[in-house]
């Protein structure tokens, strides 16, 4: 015979207990090689990585961090000095990280989240990609049956469960600051949409659902829209000497004229919020602006971003003008200025004539200031 208190009590520690670890995740596990070193829990963000806890590491290199679960899945990672651990989580879990701070960038291992394990493969695969393109010394058909192994191994990630955060790291993925899967790409579209739909389709007000299917969505009413090709001609047909007049909408819609500039010194930008370093790259930008705008300098900045939602975010406060085509990365003044890299810029003198062609900050100061003159 139990008496009925105790059966009571046990019941209210069990109600206890459970209500404790109820909407929480646990990340814990071992970094070796990293006494005294700081481990990072961060949350990556769709525009930003944000600190989320820290820990001085001992000798043992054991951690443990607990977070509050995400409303929708997302992803975290773990950094120690130059080696980041990427994590992804959906609900309640606890996942165990063991990884030595020593080995290369993505050697790590995960237990109890598939998807991060994953992730982790994917990631390995593209660095490995992305030293081979950069020996390839510009013989890509050397590495294509590279690429299409590491989209093989992605496209049954993505087919086996678009919902994951898995496709949707897969379909982000780049190399030189470009997808590997685009939808532009009529190989490439159905698996962008796939992931696109599942996510829109369960989890419909999250932002990186409203992200991605903006992307594809911006792909497909671009394939549809006829007068891309003929916009092209047209720059083509009508070449003269001087620049080539661009005409695009800005983030509220409105067309706006590289020629409107004319009278003043124009740096002509072609890059995207979505390219490596990019913030660092705006900064710079900003500078010049703030520097010589009142002495008659101006920017028209070219998006070439894939996804119009994360440009729309990202130029809000931005002093200048910035202006995207629905056709993203395959911006046809983007071909008729010969872009081949981004970030790729010209400085435009009063004259409406392109004088340089030139990315290095340094000397496009010396050119805007003797321009200006």
Same mark, same amino acid.
């Given at each position: 015979?139990?008496?009925?208190?105790?059966?009571?009590?046990?019941?209210?520690?069990?109600?206890?207990?459970?209500?404790?670890?109820?909407?929480?995740?646990?990340?814990?596990?071992?970094?070796?090689?990293?006494?005294?070193?700081?481990?990072?829990?961060?949350? *990556?963000?769709?525009?930003?990585?944000?600190?989320? @806890?820290?820990?001085?590491?001992?000798?043992?290199?054991? +951690?443990?961090?607990?977070?509050?679960?995400?409303?929708?899945?997302?992803?975290?990672?773990?950094?120690?000095?130059?080696?980041?651990?990427?994590?992804?989580? @959906?609900?309640?879990?606890? *996942?165990?990280?063991?990884?030595? &701070?020593?080995?290369?960038?993505?050697?790590?291992?995960?237990?109890?989240?598939?998807?991060?394990?994953? /992730?982790?493969?994917?990631?390995?695969?593209?660095?490995?990609?992305?030293?081979?393109?950069?020996?390839?010394?510009? =013989?890509?058909?050397? #590495?294509? $049956?590279? $690429?299409?192994?590491? =989209?093989? %191994?992605?496209?049954?990630?993505?087919?086996?469960?678009?919902?994951?955060?898995?496709?949707?790291?897969?379909?982000?993925?780049?190399?030189?600051?470009?997808?590997? %899967?685009?939808?532009?790409?009529?190989?490439?579209?159905?698996?962008?949409? &796939?992931?696109?739909?599942?996510?829109?389709? +369960?989890?419909?007000?999250?932002?990186?659902?409203?992200?991605?299917?903006?992307?594809?969505?911006? &792909? /497909?009413?671009?394939?549809?829209?006829?007068?891309?090709?003929?916009?092209?001609?047209?720059? #083509?047909?009508?070449?003269? /000497?001087?620049?080539?007049?661009?005409?695009?909408?800005?983030?509220?819609?409105?067309?706006?004229?590289?020629?409107? %500039?004319?009278? =003043?010194?124009?740096?002509?930008? %072609?890059?995207?919020?979505?390219?490596?370093?990019?913030?660092?790259?705006?900064?710079?930008?900003?500078?010049?602006?703030?520097?010589?705008?009142?002495?008659?300098?101006?920017?028209?900045?070219?998006?070439?971003?894939?996804?119009?939602?994360?440009?729309?975010?990202?130029?809000?406060?931005?002093?200048? $003008?910035?202006?995207?085509?629905? @056709?993203?990365?395959?911006?046809?003044?983007?071909?008729?200025?010969?872009?081949?890299?981004?970030?790729?810029?010209?400085? /435009?003198?009063?004259?409406?004539?392109?004088? &340089?062609?030139?990315?290095?900050?340094?000397?496009? =100061?010396?050119? #805007?200031?003797?321009?200006?003159?």
């Amino acid at each position: 015979y139990v008496p009925m208190k105790k059966i009571l009590l046990s019941i209210f520690v069990i109600i206890a207990l459970i209500s404790c670890n109820s909407g929480t995740f646990k990340i814990n596990g071992t970094i070796t090689n990293a006494e005294n070193e700081i481990l990072y829990f961060e949350n *990556v963000g769709l525009l930003r990585i944000a600190v989320l @806890d820290s820990v001085k590491l001992k000798a043992d290199g054991h +951690f443990s961090f607990k977070q509050k679960s995400p409303e929708y899945p997302d992803f975290y990672r773990l950094r120690v000095g130059k080696k980041t651990m990427d994590l992804a989580i @959906d609900s309640i879990e606890s *996942v165990t990280v063991t990884a030595d &701070a020593q080995t290369p960038i993505c050697d790590y291992a995960i237990e109890n989240s598939p998807v991060s394990e994953q /992730i982790r493969t994917l990631r390995c695969s593209a660095i490995e990609l992305q030293k081979k393109i950069n020996s390839a010394n510009g =013989k890509f058909d050397s #590495i294509l $049956v590279d $690429v299409e192994t590491h =989209k093989t %191994f992605a496209r049954r990630i993505i087919i086996e469960n678009p919902r994951s955060l898995a496709a949707y790291y897969a379909i982000y993925q780049t190399i030189n600051g470009a997808y590997i %899967f685009s939808p532009y790409s009529k190989d490439d579209k159905k698996y962008c949409a &796939a992931v696109a739909t599942s996510f829109n389709t +369960f989890m419909p007000k999250y932002l990186r659902s409203k992200n991605l299917y903006s992307l594809v969505m911006d &792909a /497909i009413n671009s394939e549809r829209n006829e007068r891309k090709s003929q916009a092209l001609q047209q720059i #083509i047909d009508n070449e003269a /000497i001087g620049y080539f007049d661009i005409e695009l909408p800005d983030r509220s819609e409105t067309l706006r004229k590289l020629s409107t %500039f004319e009278g =003043k010194v124009i740096l002509l930008d %072609f890059s995207a919020y979505q390219m490596e370093n990019s913030i660092d790259y705006i900064f710079a930008l900003r500078e010049l602006y703030n520097t010589y705008h009142a002495k008659g300098f101006e920017i028209y900045q070219v998006s070439l971003d894939n996804n119009k939602f994360l440009w729309q975010q990202a130029t809000e406060n931005i002093p200048w $003008v910035s202006v995207r085509g629905e @056709d993203g990365a395959n911006n046809q003044y983007a071909k008729a200025y010969n872009v081949q890299t981004i970030p790729t810029t010209y400085i /435009i003198s009063r004259k409406g004539e392109i004088v &340089a062609r030139e990315n290095d900050f340094a000397k496009l =100061k010396k050119l #805007i200031s003797e321009n200006l003159k």
